[in-house]
Structure formats: C-alpha cells, structure tokens
C-alpha cells in the first residue's frame, strides 16, 4: 500500500497511548456493528458461538467503504469534542450506511428516535436486522438516517450538497467523504470548484476527505491509479492544500489521521479567524485530505484463496454461503471476533462508559446536529406583497411584457429582505432569463481573481448570493444542500438543458417522497423551485438543440405527493404563482414561463383568482354563456402556457370574426396537475369539474406548451377522452422564427382554426373557405420569414381585438 | 492579458515573414467570413460602401468564440499539410460555427456539397444570408456543416466524442477545442481523465486545446480566473503536459501557436512511435495545449463607451442597432474593412491562390475527412449466428436462466469477430450486468497503473476493448464519437441510471433526426444501442433510489423516425432483438433486459417469429380459439417486459385454474411502439391489427415492465382505450423482495387476478371467494417477505404449469 509522495503527511502524533487505544476501540465497536449489520439476525454480540441460524439468509449490504467512513466520523468526534465544533457528515461513497449507522448508533440517537432501536442487546438486534432488509433500511444514507442530507444511492452530489449546506452558516462544519468511484463521475469532477464560490467571512467551510480505496464494483479508481504527483497536482489545480493519509496499519493511521485533522482544522480557523478580522474575503486554499486506506479495510484478508482486503472483493459481502460453509462461519465468526466485541460493550449491550464518553453530546452529534433536518431550523421567507410587482392591465390582451423580467423584480426583493436564507442559482443565464434586477440587491458570488471590468453588469463579488456557474449540476446540488439545512432558493435554467439534472431531480424527489411517507421526524424543507425559461418556442438562434419541453414529462413519473408543475400565462400570473411556490415545503414545483416579450391578459386580483383555482374559463374570450349550462359552447379552445396561450386567443379571435354563431368557450390551465383525476394527484379536477369546465362531450382543441401527448398521459380517464385534441411540440424545428416554429408544429392561430373547422360540422360552406384561408396564411406567413428572417409584424404586434 | 505563468511556452518563431503574413491573411479571411455571416445580407465582399440595406434586419450568432476557433483551424491547416496528417476539427465553445463554417467554405469542401454557396460574390451573399437564417443554417457545427461531427448546441461533451473519434484509429488526430465555459461542466471535466483508456499504439491521438477567452454569457469563466499555477497543476494532474499560447498580438500568436502545435505534433508523433515499435503501451503524458486569447478577437474594441473586445459583451453580436444607429454602421464597416477583404478576395469573390493554396486538398481536409461523415467508412458487423446461442426448450416457462448472461456470450463473439470496430461500454457494471463472457475475447481497457491481482476477474490491459469509467457521460460520449466515425458498439448501465445521459440522448437522438430529414450526403452510421439492465423490479438492496424506469419515456418523445425500444421477455428473443439492433443503422435503440434468473418462454425460431412480429398472442397460454374470431376471449392478459410477463403468467396460471370456463388470450409485447399508431410510428399497428390483437371492446389488463401512463400515452388513440387497464411502477418501493415490490406496485400475479375479477362480470359467485383469497395471498407473501427477508419459494420457483 505504502507509495511515497510529494504532498503534506503530517507525521506527528498527537494521540497518547490510551487516547490511541480508546479511539482504536470506538472505530472497532464501528466495525463490527458494520459487519453485524450485513450479517447478523440473533446473538448480536456473540454471546454464543456463532451459528447459521444466527446469520441472515439474505446477505446484503457493501463492508467496502464503511471502515473508512466510520474512521473518519470516530477522529471527527475527537475533533468536534476538542473544539466544540459544529458539524455535520456526508458520505458520498456508494452502499456506505454501515459506515455511517454504526457511529450513529453508538451515539445514541438512532434509539432516540427508534425507541425499538435501543442500546441494548435486544435493540441492537432489530437495528442489525432492519438493515437492507424487506420493509426496512437500505443501505445508503437514506432520509431514515438521522443527520443525513444525502443518500447519495446515485453517485457525484455529495461534495455540491456539502457545499450547498455551509452557504450562509458561517459556524457550519460540513465534513464530507467523497468516494474515488464516485469522484469519477462528472458532477462531482467539476463540483471541487465550489471552493471558487465560498467565503470565509459569511460561509462555513466544507472538508473534503477523498477515500482512496482504490475500488469501484469491480475495477480498480482512475484516481487511485495515477502518481501521487498527478494526484497532488489535481488538487492543487483545483485549488486546494491537499493532506495525504495513507496506509493501512490502524495505529499509525490513527495517528496521521488525528495529526492532520488537527492541522486541517487549524488552517480552517485561521482563514476564517483572518478573513472575519479583515472583513476581506480572498479565497484561500482550503485544506482537503485524501484518505489513502484498504478497501473493507480490516475485513478477511483472505477467502478461497482470494484476497479480499483491499481489493474489489470486499466491495459487498466479502464472504457468503455462510449457511452451506462451514469455513465461511468460521470466517465470519473470526472476523466478527477480532473487534473483541466483549471488551466494547458490556453485558447488557450498551457501549462501555469510558467509549461512550468519546462521542460528542446532545446536538454536537453529527446525527443531532439540527442542520442536517433543516426544517427544524427553516424560517419562513420574509415575503414582500407580490401584488406591488403588478402589471397594470386595463385590457386584456393589448400590452407586452417580459414576463421573467417582473418575476425578477420581485425575486430582487425576495433577496432584499431575505438576504441570509435565500439565493438564486442559475449557470450563467441570470441576465439572461430577465433576472437581472437582483443583481440591484446584491451581486454574483466571485471568490476566484477579478478585474476592473467586472464591476461592469451584474458585478462580481465575494459579498454576492447569485451563483451562478455553468455547471447545472453544480447549481442544484448546491441549491439541494441549501434547502436540506433549512434554507430557500430558486434554480432557474434554460428548459431543454434542465434535462442535465434530469437524475439529480429524481433523487431529490424520492428523497422528499420517503421523507413525507416515513420519516415523520424530519421536518418540512422549502420546496426545491425550478424556473425554466428560454423555453422550446423562442429559439430563434439557438434552434433544435436547444427545444426540449420535456423535463416536465419526467416530473409527471414521480409522486404526486412531491411534484408540481405551473405555467403561468403572463406577468401577474407568474408573480401569483412564484409566491405560492416560495412559501410551499416539501415540493418540487416547477414553473414553465418564458423570458420574451409576451401578451398580458389578467389583472393581478383576476391572475390571484385563476392560479388559486388553476384552471378556468376565460370569460372575456369565451362568448358562450359559460357556467348556465355546461353544453352551451360548440368547442372548448383550451391552452397551457405563455406562447400557445397567445395563439389560442388569436386562433380565437378569428373563429369568432369568421363564424359569429359559433360559440367558443376559453378555457386557461395554469397549474397541470388539475388535468389529472383527483384520485391520482391532489390538485387533480374531479370529473364531475372537469365535464363541467370542458362539457362532457363537446370538441376541445387543446393548445399545449410541451410534448402533446403529455396532455393525453394526465386525461386519458376523462369522459370521452378522444374528443381533447392536443397541439404541442413534436419536434419540428431547427433556426425558426418564433411563428414559423408554432407552423411548424402546428400550435400556431391558423392551424387552430382549422382543427376547430375540422371538428365542428355546423359551420356550413362557409368553412371551407376560411379552412382555404387559413391555408394561404401559413404559406404567406412562411415565405415572409424565408424571405425577410422575421415573421411579419401584424403577427408579432397582434392584439386581441374584443372589448 | 499578459501573465507569467510557471508552464511551457514555446517561444521559438518557426513561422518566416511571408509564411506569418500568409497564415494571417488566411485567418483574417475566416474572421471576415464570421463577421458577414452574422451582419450580412447583400453586398458580401464590399464592393459597395456598407449601407443599412446590405445588413440582416436580425442580427443573430455568436462572435466572440469565432475568432479563436478559426485561428486554431487555420494551424491546423498548416500541420495537416507539413506532416500530411489525417484530422478532423472538433469546436466545443458554444456558438462558435463562425469560426468554423469561414475555414470549410475557404477551402472548398462547402460549395462541393451546397453548390448554390459558390466560391463567388452569388455564393458568399448566400453563405452569409443563410446563416442563422429561418429554415437555413443555425449557429453551432449542426450535422450540416461538413467535417463536423459534434453539434455542441448543449456544452460538455467536445471532449468525450474526440477521444470516441480516435479509439481504433491509429493514424487519426482528433484536434478538439474546448471552450473555457463548457470546461466548467460536469460531463468535460471528467472527460479529461479519458487519456486513461488511450492507447498510443492502436489508438489515434487526441489535441485538446482549453481555449481561455475568458468569458461565458455574462461571467468570467472559473479556468481563466485562478493562478497560472493551479491552471498548470490542474493538467499536469489530469495527466497531461500543457502548454500554455497567451496573448492577443496576431503576429506574435501566430508564432507561438506554429511553434507549439509542431512541439505537440512532435511528441505526439514520438509517442506513438515508440509505442508502435515497442508494442509496449504505457501510458504517455499527452500534450494539450491553452490558448488564452481575447474573447471576439480582432472585434472592435469598443462600442458605446463599453469595452468589447475581451469581454463577455463581445460573445454573440458585439455591435447591434446598425439601421438605426450610423455610428453602429461605421463601426460595422470600419470592423469589416479592417480584415482588407479585397486583398484576400478576388473581383468574383474567390479567395487568391495564394492564400487557398494554404489549405490542404482532397480528404486532408478537415471538412472532407470521411471519417467525420462515419457512414462512409463503416464496415458492416461480421456477426455471428445467434441462433448458436439459442437456450434450448423443450417447454415454455419451465427453465431459468440469467437472460444477459446468454446476450453477454453472444456478444463475446461478436467483439471476438469485430475486435477492431466493436466496443462495449459500461460504468463499472459489466459483469454486474452479467455479460462478463466478453472479458474471455477482451479484457478492459486500463492506461493507468496495474496492479497483480488485477489479473483477476475481467483483467485490465492496454489492450482491452471494454470501456468502463464510472461516468454515465464520458461513457455514452465515447460511444458517439466512436459511432459518428463509423464504427460500433454498445453501452449498457443500470437502469435507473440512464437518467444521467438523458440529455445526450436527446441531443444525439436531435442529430441523427436531422441527418436523416435533412442531410442526404451524411451516411448512416451505426446505431446507438443502449441496453438498460439492473431493472427496477430487481432492486432488493439498492432500494428506492435505483428504481426508475422513466428513461424510455423520454425516448419516446423523440422523433419515432430514429427511436426504437425493445422489452425482450426472455433470453432467445433477447438475442434476436440484439441482433437486429446491431445491423439497423441511425436508429437509438433501446433493449430492457434484465440480468438476473428469469424463466424462458420461447424456442429460438418462435423467438425470431415473436420479435420480428414486435408483438403477439402467446397459443400456449392461452385458451381462446385465438385468431378465429376477433371477439372469442373474455379478458386479453396483455404484457411488456421481462419481470410483468412473468406476472401475468403466473395470474393467467391462477385465472384458468381457478375459472376453466374463462377465456383468456395473452399478448407479449417485444417492440414498445408497436402500441402506437401506424401513422404516429412506422412500427406502429394499424387500428384494424390492434383491434384484431386486443379485441375492439374486451377488457384487457396490460401488464408494463415501465411507468404505467406510457401505456396510455401509446394508445390513447386506440378504440375504447378505457378498458385498458394498466399495471406499472407507481414509485412504491424501497428495499424490497421482488415479489414485494411487485405486490406494492400491483403488478403481481394476484393483483392482476383482482384486475381481471373486477373487470368480467361473467365470473360470477366463485370470483369474490378467489378475490378473497388472492388478497390472503398478498397478506402471507408480505408476512412471508417481512419476516424472512425474501420471498417465498413457491412464488419465486413458480413455473408455468400447463403442457
């Protein structure tokens, strides 16, 4: 194991003798919990001879990265009792709960909260048993685990939400293992350049320990593979003071591990003492130590003539079949006896005094330390009147706004008034999704060199709570960590690239969906809201790369319980909307609005009145006598979203100057789960609503935002489904103008009409005609856009023309 | 712009006087070229003084990457015919097709493929009034930029598709720009860890070449603001040698660009010439070298008081407002004149002899490489018979087997028989996914250091053709730089997981729609199969965050042109979809297969007759007189997947044990699109085949290895789809027995059992006491599960019992 290198070993050691042998003791009291975990179902300590019946018949769980982690959490114990330190622990390697459960456990907070989980003989067999077990605990830090904020069963987030949790906690210790398979993903790759985002003076400072156990599954780590110089190098260039910790005999480890924690800390406070003093942030280099330490460390060495420390082999259950083996048993009952079990706990169970005494107490335990159940600790938003951001209207349908730029306005003085507990994420699209007024409150966070030139648009600065960084991984594992410590924020991006995160989202979902259905004691989070702009039909320059509205249909796949999805139609809706979501916990709430300029329709009370219901009938663009009785109108023009809405309207305005008899009823959706049964979504429309706001029978052309059969996916149990005919985009597209775009995919007012002449057979010989019409209008329309690059401008400057 | 900086710089001056002036001249060309693609409409070479007329009314594009880019090309150039080297151009800065389209049609290859864009003053107007321009050209290196194999529209991933580009082909160089924003990507930052797999002695080689102009959008980039130190250590620890190109003086520039590009071609060369001739791949530090130029380059350096030149301001149209504003106009004009068009252009517009005669001819080109238009090269898969691998039946459902292990051994043979352009890919799950037979033929590609016991279990060498990296990205990147240059493969991952790449299936899925709509010249290339193991129906101690079967529903909103996705039920149809994928062209495939034990239903020929139908009754299981009449069963047991085919199995076992009078016809589906109708998807069935397959009106209870709505979303069009009901994952899981988690998600045999109950009325009395029973099932199997920690045998063992 042993390899020379360039960079820092501490070699000092600090550790008496007996300090030595405690901790020794507490890290095997870890172990073999870890190793009870993935084996054991009775005699948890070994008060008889081990038996097959004692032994799961399942064996599940990874031994491979757990003895590092419990390693590192036993010497930050030491480290958080020596300084009073307030911290927290994420572990990133895979499967690495058995790690983590054990020292949590002995601390006594898991049967705090699992009363059946106590520190006893009896309890310690329920919390071996539960482990990876039907109906139990898997084997990730999952949401179940006190003083997790990160299962991390997906691998590269753990360093982001480790940042993300010490933003704006200046005391904060965010202590976190990264794994060298994990650190082989992207996401976590690009995530060590947080450091170019935190400042000494306001933020908390995050440690980042990299476990060079050298394996994956099943091949060897990319990093563990390179020269300690190229190792060194990297994390010099990615701008920290690497440590190195490597070896694997457990007293000298000890030792160098105390020594460099003790260092590391000491450089931590300095930077933090100087910076404070100073009230100058430079961005120093923070200390990072790599952990250079067997796979399953302290595991067999050695089955069927394999080795198994530290290779991949110990990556799972090193040993198995212990029911058919009876060398396995032996195996198992050797390994499980060289922890001494019976020197660490005492007869009934419990964790000898002069061990326990070794751990933090109350909230200094890392799995008690409220930060890391953030709800308990979340302040409300300090909110200003949305309704002062307003856009006076005194007419629908005749002025234009962009709609995100007073969403940004108001965000300005969300960020004003909450300038601690609330930051706004997005890579490098602040100005340009509109947002740019926050930037009057406060600037964009800069820890790396700046130049004259910044202080020019959107000023850089360490003092600055825009993040901004073209990472969007980076964004929302950084946004996660904020809100899981008990924090607010809004991650806005362009729509087609929210699918980068698009496995980020799931977990964080699940993560909130376990949280609400089994972990009562976690308390409520702020909802994770996501802004998606630029959307799919304004892509006149970027073109087909950049049209995606599919990000939406991905949320639509996780738990109602968790996910909401708005699309607001213009300025007063989106402000009604983005209040709403800003004082919500425990969603994801995405909203879908655009950063052009766009069509304003309602007032703020009649915006106000529409988001709380969701959906509604448009009374000025209807003229049948909506709500009298529900089969008055001849067809229902339905829309969802800012630019289709525009285009029903206008496809509206010439069906009713075209055909006065024809009865059209409008109807707006603002929040999409209402299309939805009520028994599938709580938002959802009872069908009884639903048939009285689209008529049980009557034709609906329905003018969609995203993919179209997304609006079929949530209707498909709604009376007469067939008759909800649904435009959206189909993936036509390339450099378009914004109206040949609509053409194109057929959301545009002509085609509309035409739908509609095509399903209402009463509109005679006359129709036709206009249908022809229609026809001409599409192709005139598209040879002006061919010819001059723009659509024509009776198009674009359309107003509604009705009083 | 100057600083010092510790790392190679190369200060020889190779280039003599006239080479400098010639080399300049020729980039001033392409740089002129850049600035009237985006103003200009008429007047293309000046001939006239500029007038508003001759100026897009939109102006759109990006010039502030364009400058770098083609300054790079233009070297290159010089290289490719010093040496006469065999290489492609890839461009990662966002935007940046200016500099890329000025240097192809300069030499030719654009008006050879678009003849209307001549290489006159009637062709260069076209040039420009296309770019950027509705239903033309957009502003990245789309599939119609000839020599472009990588779009770049969504950032991060230049770098993965050079190295794919390179892997196999000896005697490439795969220059690669990579911007300084995209750098701040996940997906590009781990993508630098790749020269890990490169092998200088079958592989080409790869220049990567950090373009630091400094600026995104609106921010500084992260690379261009931190030490020239950490810069440098950054990829000495990435593992390479860079050298560093800094400054903003042409002259000076050219020199140090010509000067460092022969260092790097030199050691290039001198690696892999020593590799050849040892045979002995070691892994080298390869060089790369930083260009640390002004953003917009040459633009002018100030607009409105507002420094331009160097800054963020300059990245997309760094002068507007040039009909309104005369000062804006000059500046325009000034800008143009400034790059002496008339002494690089002939009266007709052709560049001078002198200054095409720099450019290399023929295939040397980088535009005309045939290795960037892959179909051209491609070879067809010599591919083994897989019937050889067929699992004998005597009897449908009675024998078990792992159903990738058998793909596994299939495809060992076809990586034995196409060693050389063929890989397999995966994130360290290879023999996860059972298809560990590979490693007999090939071991894993390994660069870095080894170890002994790395001999042991799917060994590492240089030589290895299976690519596994634990990144999702660099993978799926590798894969589409090693199919765009003509060759084949596959990546499998875990299911769950796939959500990571979903954005690179979309933009890659986006490519190939556009080349085959719009590009006849492009070639098919091979498709991009994806094989999605570990499902989420197998997740006994992953849990709830490996659970997510949502990927093919982002597939299916993807044009049904180049989308297709297979749920082989068992092992011999498993191989006849493989096969089939591996011979389509331009297609994505997606095959959903499982990897652990799992009954076996068909012999091999009625496998090929089931999959080559995409869908099919089952006679066997079941006891309508099927195809007789269309309306003969009472319920249709229809199902998709591996895992719910089992489970209907199984319910259709207990329906016609315990109801002999029931009719039921079973279906299986293999090829998902076939649900959907013939004019949404070529797959698709007509109205009158699906009703002849499912009945026009009986119930069926569909059975779907995925989220259930995708099911609705595919037949919404279909007759009475409301009596389709639909059993899937509804995200109920955590860690669960298989059975379980089927129970929990109602996708289990007695669930469908109630399904079926519920829905024929003609059960009559007997059915509740089944219902009650089938519920009793459920509460034992739990209890069982709950108790035990796995499912019972006789559900796990269960066989299908009929003859």
Known sequence: MVQTSSFDQIKANPLTQSELDQLNAYWRACNYLAVGMIYLRANPLLHQPLQPDHVKRRLLGHWGASPALSFTYVHLNRLIKKHDLNAIFIAGPGHGAPGVLGPVYLEGTYSEI???????????????????????????????????????????????????????????????????????????????????????????????????????????????????????????????????????????????????????????RAIQTEARRSGEAQRPRWPMIILRSPKGWTGPREVDGHQVEGTWRSHQVPVSQIHSNPDHLQILQDWLSSYRPQELFDAEGKLIPELKALAPVGQRRMSANPVANGGLIRKELNLPNFRDFAVDLAHPGRIEVENTKIMGDYLREVMRRNLHTFRLFGPDETASNRLSSVYEVTPKTWMAQRQPEDADGGWLSPEGRVMEMLSEHTLQGWLEGYLLTGRHGLF??????????????????????????????????????????????????????????????????????????????????????????????????????????????????????HCTKGIGIWDWASNDDQGKAPDIPDVVMACCGDIPTMESLAATAILREEFPDLKVRFINVVDLYKLQPEREHPHGLSDRDFDSLFTPDKPVVFNFHGYPWLIHKLTYRRTRQERIHVRGYKEKGNINTPLELAIRNQIDRFNLVIDVIDRVPKLGSAAAYVKERMKNQIIDHLHHAYTHGVDRPEMTQWTWPFD
């Not at 004691?521 to 630029?534: A, M």
């Not at 607001?568 to 209040?579: E, F, I, Y």
């Open 114 to 268: 699992y009363p059946d989980k106590s520190e006893d003989v009896a309890g310690l067999e329920e919390f071996f048993r539960q482990f990876s077990f039907p109906g139990q605990i898997g084997s990730h830090c999952t949401p179940e685990m006190p003083g997790s904020i990160h299962e991390g069963g997906e691998l590269g987030y753990s360093l982001s939400h480790a940042y993300g949790a010490v933003f704006d906690h200046p005391d904060l210790l965010a202590t976190v293992v990264v794994g060298d398979g994990e650190a082989e993903t992207g996401p976590l790759a690009t995530a060590w350049h947080s450091n170019k985002f935190l400042n000494p003076v306001r933020d908390g400072a995050v440690l980042p320990i990299l476990n060079l156990n050298g394996y994956k599954i099943a091949n060897p780590s990319i990093l563990a593979r390179i020269s300690p110089q190229e190792l060194e190098s990297l994390f010099v260039g990615y701008g920290y003071e690497p440590y190195l910790v490597e070896g694997s005999d457990p007293a000298a480890m000890h030792q160098m591990m105390a020594a460099t924690l003790d260092v590391c800390i000491d450089q931590i």
């Open 492 to 609: 806005h991006t362009y729509e087609a690239f929210a699918h980068v995160v698009d496995s980020m989202f799931n977990q964080h979902a699940k993560w909130l969906d376990i949280c609400k259905q089994e972990v009562p004691w976690r308390s409520p989070i702020s909802s994770l809201n996501i802004l998606l702009s630029s959307l799919v039909w304004r892509q006149d320059h970027n073109g087909f790369s950049h049209q995606d509205p599919g990000f939406i249909d991905l949320v639509t796949n996780k738990s109602a319980d968790v996910t909401r999805i708005y699309l607001p139609p213009d300025a007063n809706c989106l402000l009604s909307v983005t209040d709403h979501c800003l004082r919500s916990t425990n969603y994801v709430n995405v909203i879908v609005a655009d950063k052009q300029m766009h069509l304003q329709y309602l007032s703020m009370e009649e915006a106000v009145k």
